[in-house]
């Protein structure tokens, strides 16, 4: 796996873990996106997508849907 990966995805599971927000989650992409030069075309979609889940409603996820995203998007080959 990727280090960018395994450093996001360590970030992002100590999230999920500890007090689970979908804001926390925004913050924590965005944060990512702007501190890190991102070359992988996955994970660069993984981080645009979480960074908006708190825009609004419709694109808020639980910690469930997280996971899952996750797992079907950054995850699997």
């Not at 960018?4 to 599971?13: C, E, V």
């Not at 913050?27 to 990512?32: L, S």
């Not at 660069?44 to 825009?55: C, E, P, Q, R």
């Amino acid at each position: 796996m990727h280090d960018l990966r395994l450093l996001f995805l360590n970030g992002l599971f100590y999230l999920l873990d500890n007090n689970y927000t979908a804001s926390n989650v925004a913050n924590y992409a965005f944060e990512f996106y702007l501190d890190h030069r991102i070359t992988d075309a996955k994970l660069a979609y993984v981080i645009n997508y979480l960074s908006g889940i708190d825009a609004s409603p419709e694109f808020e996820m639980d910690k469930d849907d997280v996971i899952s995203f996750i797992n079907s998007n950054l995850l699997q080959s």
